[in-house]
């Protein structure tokens, strides 16, 4: 248990039952009546955003969530499996726990798991990875300076826009969050 007045950005509050994490939080004392915290909050499993305001002092149930480093190690039918890297222990997360990041995924990488209470909650990649190119279409002549882009198929098998002067077999650095093309890797 926690008060209002502890609250933090990415603590964790068990809320009706629900999980849902602080994006944002504000100390309010209006020059009339008492003081209150305007919050942002986040479902931790739906990704659903909702603000709420508490009194000042009220206190808030605190959901301890445990964040891992892992590695990706192989997908098992629909699960994926992931290893801590301290402990060796493996865990298998659902396809739907993991999300879009699963587009992203390839054997060896390193990410966050977050558990609570022996179950995963959610999956963090690195904010950008170096994949290859695993079939594009040529760019043809003279589209160069046009600026226009051209899809390209990865090596995890995710769909993304690159420039046309991108190749197949080129090494780019992809931002996993939405699936935009950085540029090249070195």
């Known amino acids: ?42 479902n931790v499993l739906s990704g659903k955003v ?57 054997e060896n990488t390193e990410v966050v798991v977050a558990v609570h209470e022996g179950t995963p909650l959610y999956v963090e990649l690195p904010v950008t990875l170096e994949l290859v190119v695993q079939h594009t279409d040529p760019g043809l002549q003279g589209d160069r300076s046009t600026g226009g882009t051209k899809p390209a198929t990865l090596e995890t098998g995710a769909q993304i826009q690159v420039p046309l002067f991108v190749n197949t077999g080129d090494k780019l650095k992809v931002d996993t969050r939405d699936g935009r093309y950085l540029g090249r890797a070195n």
């Open 1 to 42: 248990m926690a008060t209002t007045n502890d609250l933090k950005n990415g603590m964790v509050l068990n809320l009706d039952g629900q999980l849902w994490a602080v994006t944002e939080f504000q100390h309010v004392k209006p020059g009339k009546g008492g003081a209150f915290v305007r919050t942002t909050l986040k």
């Open 50 to 106: 909702v603000d709420r305001t508490f009194n000042a002092g009220t206190k808030v149930d605190t959901a301890t969530v445990d964040k891992r480093n892992m590695t990706y190690l192989y997908k098992d039918g629909t699960d994926f499996v992931f290893m801590d890297g301290e402990t060796y222990d493996q865990i298998h997360v659902p396809a739907e726990t993991v999300g879009g990041g699963a587009d992203y995924l390839l």
